[in-house]
């Protein structure tokens, strides 16, 4: 190879490379007007509600943000940490364990960071922190394994919104969604294995619930759909539990449009009426235990089973910060930083 640089140059220091994970978002505090303030942000942004701002804004501020916040503020208490939100504290664990697995050390030449979509620590924050750090190039990660414009698509706009406003932007890529991705389904399967083997029944359902979406986005061509089943699908060959019957559902049905169906409450309810006495739910779409989770799911899906006639029932945790989840997310990482480090 013809050598670009004279013998005598000094070596070329590549600058650091920055790793940014990002997950949705969450309030500061679980009180109505930090709600409030999150939920308006999340609410405002057209890619999650997809009707005209001139019709949406006034039920937006009129109603809902008038009405939902003090729900939910109380929904939130009931899974608040000490660490505060579930989601921020896992995905800031999720950073602190990828920075120790790709570039320990005071001086890290890869320096891993995390940032929320909506609320704190903001996604164009930590990108000017990064890039003042030395980051030349940031591999900006949406915790997302099922592509939806709605998530993973938003993170891109943010992170494009504070490209533009810099003279001299780092060189940025982008995780791809990983919903088929071996190495998720993989440490998917291993993880739900070992949590059902640890329980103290043998359930008859296996529940997959992923976070619905109205039936619109799909019929406008969002993959997120076909991305869940794909998921549900590899996932149920990957685990071999042919004794464990497995049921794909959505969960988190808001407002009055139509949403992805069957909904996980209605089949809770459906599975307890028929008979089902036995229960476990996964929820493969969700990198963190977060709200959807750990309230709608094992506080309210646990008594509409049980209302309902069921009598075991348990939600199995997010891959979080587990070594399955770890060394998955590493590879993933690992895979596109190619060319960089
Ligand atoms: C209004 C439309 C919504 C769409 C579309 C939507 C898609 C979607 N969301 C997630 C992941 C999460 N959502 C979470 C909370 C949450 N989601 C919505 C609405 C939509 N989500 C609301 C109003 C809320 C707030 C909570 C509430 O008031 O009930 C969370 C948890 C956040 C937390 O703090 O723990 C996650 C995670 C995905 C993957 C998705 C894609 C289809
Ligand atoms: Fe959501
Ligand atoms: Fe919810």
Same mark, same amino acid.
């Given at each position: 190879m013809t050598a670009l640089l004279p013998p005598d140059h000094p070596p070329v220091k590549k600058g650091r490379v920055g790793v940014l994970l990002v997950n949705l978002g969450t309030p500061d505090a679980p009180e109505t007007g930090a709600v409030r303030r999150y939920l308006g942000e999340f609410l405002s942004d057209r890619r999650v509600v997809e009707i005209p701002q001139i019709a949406w804004q006034p039920i937006l501020r009129g109603i809902i943000l008038n009405t939902r916040p003090k729900k939910s503020a109380h929904a939130y208490r009931q899974v608040w940490t000490d660490k505060g939100s579930p989601l921020a504290a896992i995905t800031a664990e999720q950073a602190l364990e990828l920075q120790e697995r790709l570039s320990p050390g005071e001086s890290p030449a890869i320096v891993v960071d995390w940032?929320?979509?909506?609320?704190?620590?903001?996604?164009?924050?930590?990108?000017?922190?990064?890039f003042e750090a030395g980051c030349e190039r940031i591999l900006l990660s949406p915790l997302y394994p099922q592509y939806c414009a709605a998530t993973t698509a938003t993170v891109v706009d943010k992170a494009a919104d504070w490209l533009r406003a810099q003279?001299?932007?780092?060189?940025?890529?982008?995780?791809?969604?990983?919903?088929?991705?071996?190495?998720?389904?993989?440490?998917?399967?291993?993880?739900? @294995?070992?949590?059902?083997?640890?329980?103290d029944f043998v359930?008859? #359902? &296996?529940?997959?619930?992923?976070?619905?979406?109205? %039936? $619109?986005?799909?019929?406008?061509?969002?993959?997120?759909?076909?991305?869940?089943?794909?998921?549900?699908?590899?996932?149920?060959?990957?685990?071999?539990?042919?004794?464990?019957?497995?049921?794909?559902?959505?969960?988190?049905?808001? @407002?009055p449009?139509?949403?992805?169906?069957?909904?996980?409450?209605? #089949? &809770?309810?459906?599975?307890?009426?028929?008979?089902? %006495? $036995?229960?476990?739910?996964?929820?493969?779409?969700?990198?963190?235990?977060?709200?959807?989770?750990?309230?709608?799911?094992?506080?309210?899906?646990?008594?509409?089973?049980?209302?309902?006639?069921?009598?075991?029932?348990?939600?199995?945790?997010?891959?979080?910060?587990?070594?399955?989840?770890?060394?998955?997310l590493e590879t993933l990482v690992r895979r596109e930083l190619a060319g960089w480090i």
């Open positions: 940032a929320m979509r909506y609320g704190n620590p903001a996604i164009p924050d930590r990108l000017a922190a990064m003279r001299w932007q780092p060189a940025l890529r982008t995780l791809p969604p990983y919903h088929d991705d071996p190495a998720y389904i993989q440490a998917l399967a291993s993880d739900l @294995g070992r949590q059902l083997a640890a329980l359930p008859e #359902v &296996l529940l997959l619930s992923f976070h619905g979406m109205p %039936k $619109r986005t799909l019929e406008l061509g969002d993959p997120y759909h076909c991305h869940c089943r794909k998921t549900a699908r590899l996932l149920e060959e990957a685990m071999a539990r042919p004794d464990i019957r497995m049921a794909t559902t959505f969960q988190s049905r808001f @407002g449009a139509k949403w992805l169906e069957p909904a996980t409450d209605a #089949v &809770l309810e459906a599975e307890a009426r028929a008979g089902t %006495k $036995r229960l476990a739910i996964a929820a493969p779409g969700f990198s963190a235990d977060c709200l959807e989770t750990l309230e709608e799911l094992a506080i309210r899906g646990r008594e509409q089973f049980i209302d309902a006639g069921g009598e075991h029932f348990h939600v199995l945790d997010c891959l979080n910060a587990g070594a399955e989840g770890m060394a998955m």
